[in-house]
């Protein structure tokens, strides 16, 4: 089934150049470097990260979130079959 709903964007930080981890989400500690997070300068100003990690729908991450760090996109969805069973439709 193909429908519209949030999905997460890379948010490139104004400050140090690299992608904002998305807010309150657990980093790995091999990709850490390679985000940028909380105690850059320019984590918590424009353009703002959102809760979802890039191509992660809302429905993958099964909470409310905000616009910040998001794009409307066409998924298709499996339905009733929970996380991780959503893709962007091609």
Not at 7 to 29: F, L, N
Not at 34 to 50: F, T, V
Not at 52 to 57: A, D, S, Y
Request: hydrophobic share 30%; with cysteine.
């Amino acid at each position: 089934m193909k429908k519209f709903m949030r999905v997460g964007i890379r948010v490139v930080c104004a400050v140090c150049g690299q992608s904002k981890a998305p807010i309150g989400r657990s980093i790995s500690a091999l990709t850490s470097d390679s985000y940028c997070h909380y105690e850059c300068d320019g984590y918590r100003k424009k353009p703002y990260a959102g809760s979802l990690f890039p191509n992660e729908t809302e429905e993958d991450f099964g909470f409310p979130i905000s616009d910040d760090g998001t794009e409307w996109k066409e998924v298709e969805s499996e339905v009733g079959h929970g996380y991780g069973k959503t893709s962007i439709a091609k």
